[in-house]
């Protein structure tokens, strides 16, 4: 392995979430989860279709109750991208959810915890070749007890004993599947703690050879959840471990299926849509950078085309990176040059960059100038 190059991948079993593969060195999947209530079809089916056209490739929503579970046919139906329902304590939601034809079902053992149910749900699972993802979370733990005698542990012994707990909850009920003979699984362990999330993901994968979902669970609003999951994942995914990922972040999950790609492709593990390179200003610019990328940007979005574009403020590193990016814009005073593949384009006004550099590219894909790819 090269200096500073991301881990090689861990081998994981090959589990299919309807028409994806998780782990079995498949791609890393990026999936969401619906913020609608699930037994509003209408709003539940146009949130996918938001999802998928952000890139989401597997989705999850909530199944509280029976009215959730009646809508499952028709959201698995007009659902672009395997469906996974997400299950806490009642069993019987699972059985409906599997009727429903979900695609795979998300289990937490923190709070289905009589076994024999458990078995019924796998028994089922095991008959129409369904995925179970035992999900386990920090926050869901039985109450860690204390010695007869003991004082109640304090809050820095409860932390250092979480991640072995997440990977002990976790492997009870991974061992339960695997009595039955059921060994499509998934597994996750999350925490809001990044440290915890981070040691218990790395003690799970020396036990089990399923593939790893991994995420910071509650991670906040997009700004500071966007870095807190960047931090944990981005970890994760270095170090070879991961095979799905999900952002949480409390807002439109589309964000989350955007923060995810990104995380991806900052590892060079995927690429999917333009990366943005642009520099932070400084007293040497002399065009009004921030508006030009904020523009390129905006123009950018939709395109699905792996290109990078370059947007840069001044001549002492914009040339070079404009050079080396598939198109970039390296501002002078007032105007700025246009590069395509390390070739110089043309000079243009501050004014017409953005224009000329998105026609550019237009032209180089065979789009009309002025349209964007599908």
């Known amino acids: 392995m090269e200096a500073g190059s991301v881990r090689p991948r861990r081998i994981s079993r090959p589990v299919r979430v309807g028409d994806v593969t998780i782990g079995g060195g498949a791609p890393v999947v990026v999936q969401s989860m619906c913020s609608t209530d699930t037994r509003d079809v209408r709003a539940t089916v146009e949130q996918i279709a938001a999802l998928v056209d952000a890139g989401c ?36 939601l699972a059985l409906a959810a599997l009727a429903a034809g979900v695609h795979g079902l998300r289990l937490n053992p923190g709070n289905i915890r009589d076994p024999e149910k458990v078995r019924e749900v796998v028994r089922a699972a095991a008959e129409r070749g369904v995925p179970i993802r035992i999900g386990v979370n920090a926050g869901s733990l039985p109450p860690m007890e204390a010695s007869p005698g003991a004082p109640p542990p304090t809050v820095a012994e409860l932390r250092a004993a979480l991640p ?124 009004d950078l921030v508006r030009l990328a904020m523009e390129v940007e905006r123009r950018l979005q939709g395109i699905r085309d792996p290109i990078t574009v370059a947007v840069m403020g001044c001549v002492v590193n914009g040339p070079g990176e404009a050079r080396e990016a598939d198109f970039g814009i390296a501002g002078g005073k007032g105007r700025g040059v246009l590069f395509r593949h390390g070739q110089i384009v043309g000079t243009y006004p501050e004014e017409q960059l953005v224009d000329a550099l998105m026609a550019e590219i237009a032209r180089e894909r065979g789009w009309p100038v002025g349209t964007r790819s599908a």
């Open 164 to 287: 072995a707990r997440m990977v002990e909850a976790a492997l009870g009920h991974v061992r339960i599947l695997e009595a039955l003979g059921f060994f499509d699984i998934v597994v996750s362990l999350k925490a809001f703690d990044v440290p915890v999330t981070v040691a218990a993901n790395r003690l799970l994968a020396q036990q089990v050879p399923y593939p790893l979902h991994i995420g910071i669970t509650e991670a906040g609003l997009p700004w500071a959840g966007t870095i807190r999951s960047a931090v944990g994942i981005g970890i994760l995914l270095f170090e070879g471990l991961g095979d799905t990922i999900r952002v949480s972040l409390t807002g439109d999950p589309v964000e989350e299926v955007r923060v995810g790609y990104e995380i991806l492709r900052a590892l060079d593990l995927r690429r999917r849509g333009p990366t943005l390179i642009s520099c932070p200003t400084c007293g040497r610019t002399e065009v």
């Open 57 to 92: 490739e597997i989705v999850r929503v909530a199944v509280p109750d029976r009215a959730a579970a009646e809508a499952l046919p028709e959201i698995v139906r007009r659902s672009a991208i395997p469906v996974v329902a997400d299950i806490h304590f009642d069993h019987r």
